[in-house]
């Protein structure tokens, strides 16, 4: 094991006061927040069982860790809120100028379409 990562090796957490693993050294059990995500999976409002370690741009960095079987699924969308973001995405793609729905979104510094815009100049 290097310097790098028996400075970070704190399984018990004595030192960090959770247990501290170093980067791509965390048992099988542990993921963040992105590696539960892509599983389908959110944290379920447990607390930060462990954590990674490393050194990064920017000097020492930290990624907490999850346990997985305490994990839940993600939860969907119901059907009222699906239609509240379609609704608000379809809005931020229709010009307030001309009124027309383009297949692009709007840009906010300009407030209409592309169209619109450059007939005004």
């Not at 599983?39 to 346990?67: C, F, K, M, S, T």
């Not at 509240?84 to 906010?108: E, M, Q, S």
């Given at each position: 094991?290097?310097?790098?990562?028996?400075?970070?090796?704190?399984?018990?957490?004595?030192?960090?006061?959770?247990?501290?693993?170093?980067?791509?050294?965390?048992?099988?059990?542990?993921?963040?927040?992105?590696?539960?995500?892509?599983?389908?999976?959110?944290?379920?409002?447990?607390?930060?069982?462990?954590?990674?370690?490393?050194?990064?741009?920017?000097?020492?960095?930290?990624?907490?860790?999850?346990?997985?079987?305490?994990?839940?699924?993600?939860?969907?969308?119901?059907?009222?809120?699906?239609?509240?973001?379609?609704?608000?995405?379809?809005?931020?793609?229709?010009?307030?100028?001309?009124?027309?729905?383009?297949?692009?979104?709007?840009?906010?510094s300009l407030g209409e379409c592309l169209d619109c815009a450059e007939g005004a100049r």
């Amino acid at each position: 094991m290097g310097r790098i990562r028996t400075q970070f090796h704190d399984p018990e957490g004595v030192r960090y006061g959770i247990p501290t693993f170093w980067w791509g050294g965390a048992p099988a059990g542990y993921a963040t927040v992105r590696q539960l995500r892509r599983d389908g999976l959110r944290p379920a409002g447990q607390d930060v069982a462990a954590q990674i370690r490393w050194r990064g741009v920017g000097g020492e960095r930290v990624a907490y860790l999850y346990r997985v079987a305490l994990a839940a699924p993600k939860r969907t969308a119901t059907p009222a809120q699906r239609r509240a973001i379609d609704a608000a995405l379809a809005a931020r793609r229709t010009c307030r100028t001309c009124g027309v729905v383009r297949d692009y979104y709007i840009p906010r510094s300009l407030g209409e379409c592309l169209d619109c815009a450059e007939g005004a100049r």
